[in-house]
Nanobody
Framework: VQLQASGGGLVQAGGSLRLSCAAS????????MGWFRQAPGQERYFVAA????????DYADSVKGRFTIDRGNAVNTGYLQMNSLKPEDTAVYYC?????????????????WGQGTLVTVSS
């Protein structure tokens, strides 16, 4: 089971990036997908999550109104659209999946993790 996160890069403040998460090895159509981020010297924090059906989403307060999580059209993929990026959004972003929706903000609930993709926002 592998998750591959991609789409990170360097962007100026106010810009946009779209992160992708591709899963292989198992069908994750019934799994919750989440995104977390970790800045240097900090803990890993919850960013967003989406239920297996796409009917439920959850966001950290710091990204509400700027980030959008979706599952796309493919079965084993997910995306994080990031708009109006700020320097404080700079971090390594990780995607993860869990079989549960309850507790989706808690990293310990997730079963599988991707390797992370670096997002750098310059001021």
């Amino acid at each position: 089971v592998q998750l591959q996160a991609s789409g990170g890069g360097l962007v100026q403040a106010g810009g946009s990036l779209r992160l992708s998460c591709a899963a292989s090895g198992r069908t994750f159509s019934t799994y919750t997908m989440g995104w977390f981020r970790q800045a240097p010297g900090q803990e890993r924090y919850f960013v967003a999550a989406i239920s297996w059906s796409g009917g439920s989403t959850d966001y950290a307060d710091s990204v509400k109104g700027r980030f959008t999580i979706d599952r796309g059209n493919a079965v084993n993929t997910g995306y994080l659209q990031m708009n109006s990026l700020k320097p404080e959004d700079t971090a390594v972003y990780y995607c993860a999946v869990t079989s549960r929706w309850y507790g989706a903000q808690q990293s310990g609930r997730y079963d599988y993790w991707g390797q992370g993709t670096l997002v750098t926002v310059s001021s």
